[in-house]
């Protein structure tokens, strides 16, 4: 059985991915990732210009499934990230973030022949995300590839909900060269009460959601709308991702690879195989050699 998978023709030799935030902020957890068979690729922390301590904890929680999290870009500065290329023997994505145009673009220029999955979506640093307006998004975009000509970026999306914003992202997305889009991040603004007391403390408790089949819905939901705007786009699936059939949904939907989150946190490394095997024995058991065949 074949499970590499391709995005933009950049080879993968599995289809899984962690999902920024998890486990990739430092040299050593990022050397993890990529000694790990498990993953195809790696995607860094979000980072930004310079590096960052973020909120204070408890700014992350899970449990059973459901995660929440206020992070607020602690990260090492694109330099570090950037200089992490050279220790990287698989696809590694640089997770690019920032606040606003300028120093987005400066990260953006100084990434320009790396592997980028630009996250305009982060939901814990900024009061609106451009990634909800088109108008600012298609504005950002025209700048950014005018003035950085980048070889390879990608966009991280939020989950979208209102019937028509899909199509009006699509439309936007559509003018640009952008090699790929991974969809969904967290649900922002959300809140979980745990013993009667909020479970982060940044931000009045609010933070972005993960996990769970609430998550895998809604990140499905979101791939299958996105393929069907965009057919030619490669996308990587990304929510809820907790066994080998949902990596095999994720596929189904029209995603090329996928990127686990809460999983990797809360489960650890090793998880990712026994996903990976699994992945493969829903394979095996639907008669799909390759990753490819049938939507999948
Ligand atoms: C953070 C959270 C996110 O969901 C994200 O996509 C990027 C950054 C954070 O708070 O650091």
Redesign the pocket.
Known sequence: MDIRTTICDLVLETPIINA??VHCTTYGQLIGLDNNPAFGASVS??CTLYPRQ??KPP?YYSENDISI???????KGIEYYLEMERYMQKPYFI?I?GFHYEDRIEMIKKAKDSLIEL?L?????CVRPIVYDPERLDDFLKYMFDICKPKFLGL?LPPYFIPGDHEKIANVIKKYPIKFITCI??I?DGSIIKDNKLVIGPNNGY??L?GGPLMKAIGIANVRKFKTLLPEMDIIGCGGISNGQDVFDYLLAGASAVQIGTTLYEKGHEYIHCILEEFEKVMKSNNITHIGQKNI
């Open positions: 920024s935030g922390k979000s973020g909120n700014k999290n206020s992070n607020g870009l602690e990260n997770s973030a996250n979506s982060c939901p814990n640093v991280k991040n967290s922002p933070g972005g993960g």
